[in-house]
């Protein structure tokens, strides 16, 4: 369930995307039947168990913790907090997108909420009506016109596809978070929001475990027609029934 | 006369807009919508993860607006042509119970979330609609809740949710697919019951304790 609708990432991720293509390079071809949206279904299969692994013994265990011991307003400023400092991002992608009056308003929410809504702890913004958008530069590349490529699942950072592993690379990059200096503080920022949307995400867990036939594949759908979703801006054309 | 027709023209006006207001898709959302929170609302068994409970009232006052063959047919795609009328009925009782399971399930993690409807459209003579809401819920970002509905002659039936994006319907297309490869009609018939059968159970096993 990691990194089903969100964008958690630990420190090593880099690393092992990195590793994980040079994986893929050498294995791609050969297995190129099966469902033509997952081509690399063998490794992503494998790499689906190390992460629910993974999940199972450190992940949930924290993020259940978390859960129980922090106080909603807490759990709010945090959420509040990585929202706002994304809002940076997501409005150079709009702008990316040619959506500048989204831009306008992904940079107005960055201003109120840095400064009224103290740091970021207060989602000012959306009360007043400015809508928080989703965007990152997966997407961005979709609205050029890059397709996905395959779907891929990687330990901790969950599914993505070609593309969203490359647009997730360049979000490293233009996420604030990925740049908070000394690096042990980035290291605690960059834990606390993945255990924050672990923690998100857990209410999902038992609907996924009891509507899925395959765990793997319902997550790997659902993380399919979410992306679509996203790219579409939450108005996606009609596929054909 | 003159006054009783006038009066009789009235009332007719009156009832169809009543009769309208009724079959408006949204507005037959928002009314189940917000009478099946007002239950949650005042139940504390539901709220407190009573699964059969919340079953019930999903049975009781969701149900009977949704239109569970289509929902089927869509969920198998090309193969529910191959399934024979028999099947096809197997089929959609099997599928219904599953979805089921998991929409009241949701349901009983309901706590706090306003549900907001967005302004809604149609043109007159239309027979297949989205009514989108949203879910608002403290401390989180509003979640996008979708649902298609058709016009049959027993009035509006929803056939498929969305949830955030993600169709709770054509999610199983996949899944649906490659069980018929396997096992044929019959073996996604048998993986499906046997799943509810083992959902079934581990309900038996919460209520023992």
């Known amino acids: 369930m990691i990194g089903m609708l969100g964008v958690p990432e630990t420190i090593y991720c880099r690393k092992l995307l990195a590793g994980g293509f040079l994986a893929l390079a050498l294995c791609g071809n050969a297995m190129a039947e099966g469902n033509p949206r997952d081509p690399y279904e063998g490794f992503n299969r494998a790499m689906f168990s190390v992460n629910e692994a993974v999940d199972k013994y450190a992940a949930k265990p924290i993020a259940r913790v978390y859960e129980s011991v922090a106080p909603l307003p807490v759990k709010a400023g945090v959420g509040n907090f990585f929202g706002n400092v994304g809002d940076l991002w997501i409005g150079a992608n709009s702008a990316m997108q040619g959506k500048f009056s989204d831009a306008g308003v992904d940079i107005s929410r960055l201003l109120i909420n840095s400064t009224i809504g103290i740091f970021g702890l207060f989602d000012v913004a959306s009360e007043l009506g400015l809508e928080k958008h989703e965007e990152d530069f997966g997407q961005t590349m979709a609205v050029w016109g890059v397709r996905d490529g395959g779907y891929l699942f990687w330990p901790i950072i969950g599914p993505r596809t070609v593309r969203d592993s490359a647009g997730w690379f360049i979000d490293s990059y233009g996420d604030p978070v990925w740049r908070a200096r000394p690096i042990a503080s980035r290291n ?3 834990t606390l929001r993945f255990v924050d949307i672990r923690a998100s995400l857990l209410p999902a867990d038992k ?20 992306r679509r979703n996203q790219i579409f801006d939450g108005r996606p054309p009609r596929l054909d029934d | 006369m003159m006054k009783k027709l006038v009066a009789f023209f009235f009332a007719a006006l009156v009832a169809t807009a009543a009769v309208q207001a009724q079959e408006a898709p949204d507005a037959l959302i928002m009314q189940v919508t917000e009478e099946v929170l007002d239950i949650i609302r005042k139940d504390k068994d539901i709220q ?29 795609g090309k193969d529910w042509k191959k399934a024979s009328p028999q099947q096809q009925q197997q089929l959609s009782a099997e599928f219904r119970t599953l979805l ?14 306003k549900i907001i409807y967005k302004p809604f459209k149609m043109n007159p003579g239309e027979t ?3 009514v989108r809401t949203e879910v608002l819920q403290p401390g989180s970002k509003p979640v996008q809740l979708d649902y298609s509905l058709e016009k049959l002659d027993a009035g509006w039936k929803v056939y498929d949710m969305t949830v955030a994006g993600i169709s709770l319907v054509t999610n199983y297309r ?20 046997a799943k509810n059968k083992s959902l079934e159970a581990n309900l038996a096993k919460v209520d023992k304790k």
């Open chain 1, 188 to 190: 605690s920022l960059l």
């Open chain 2, 100 to 113: 089921v399971r998991t929409y009241s399930n949701a349901l009983t993690g309901y706590m706090n979330q």
């Open chain 1, 207 to 226: 609907v996924v475990e009891e509507a899925a036939l395959d765990k793997y594949a319902y997550i790997r759908d659902a993380y399919l027609q979410r």
């Open chain 2, 128 to 130: 297949d609609v989205l």
């Open chain 2, 48 to 76: 407190s993860g009573n699964t059969h409970k919340a079953i019930e009232l999903v049975d009781k006052k969701v149900l009977p607006h949704f239109n569970f063959q289509h929902m089927t047919a869509l969920a198998v």
């Open chain 2, 174 to 193: 996949d899944q649906f697919g490659q069980e018929v490869r396997n096992g044929g009609i019959d073996g996604l018939i048998a993986t499906i019951t």
